[in-house]
């Protein structure tokens, strides 16, 4: 699942309008941040295997660190534990912690069996739903759609307007999806690490975006 996980973000908004955008996003994605630097450092693996499912060519080998469940349950803790010792918001951390843990769970609707338990765990979770595009993309439709729609809640709840910088950044992580579904596969494995790692670009444009100094300039 790729814009599912940003449409976590945009909702857990609602849950915590002090939060910005940006952080969200790094906690929804916070796996998908760790894992291209993993492949770039051997520690995992993914294989390029065109058809394997209907949705995406990557074979997810190994990635016992970043995606098998005690793993990020852990990370999720770690990750909530800083947030509160950063700011003293237990509230925030909590939501953050959620945040992390929630992408394993996305991930599970989508993968074919591929998701260990823990590290060594020979038994592999998913529901394969990237074998059906047309259901994976209502449901990821139906995600996003709610996504925004509690973003824009939060935002306008605190007075604040939703920037053209929100609204081009939804349009451009749809784009990005579709290219995902309809691009040529990767030429390998460092090729798709480094692609990866370009995720920060949302993480910060997602603090940009979420600016209380926009509301001056656009409406609502």
Do not use: C
Request: proline content about 6%; glycine content about 10%.
């Amino acid at each position: 699942m790729f814009i599912g996980h940003f449409a976590a973000g945009m909702a857990a908004k609602k849950v915590d309008p002090r939060i910005s955008l940006g952080t969200l996003f790094l906690a929804a994605q916070f796996l998908d941040l760790l894992w291209p630097v993993l492949l770039l450092l051997g520690i995992e693996e993914v294989v390029i295997a065109p058809g394997h499912t209907a949705m995406t060519p990557l074979m997810f080998t190994h990635y016992p660190v970043s995606h098998s469940l005690v793993a990020v349950m852990g990370w999720a803790i770690v990750f909530g534990v800083i947030y509160y010792l950063l700011t003293g918001q237990a509230r925030g951390a909590w939501l953050l912690g959620a945040l992390v843990a929630s992408h394993w769970f996305l991930d599970l609707i989508v993968h074919s069996p591929d998701l260990p338990l823990w590290p060594g765990s020979e038994q592999l979770w998913g529901l394969g739903l990237w074998n059906y595009p047309a259901l994976t993309l209502l449901i990821e439709g139906a995600i996003l759609v709610a996504g925004v729609y509690y973003y824009v809640r939060a935002r306008r709840s605190m007075g604040l307007a939703i920037t053209w910088w929100f609204r081009s950044l939804v349009l451009f992580l749809i784009f990005i999806h579709v290219m995902n579904m309809i691009g040529p596969p990767p030429p390998n494995a460092t090729a798709i690490a480094l692609v990866g790692l370009l995720q920060w670009i949302f993480v910060i444009w997602g603090w940009w975006a979420d600016r209380p100094a926009a509301v001056a300039t656009y409406g609502r």
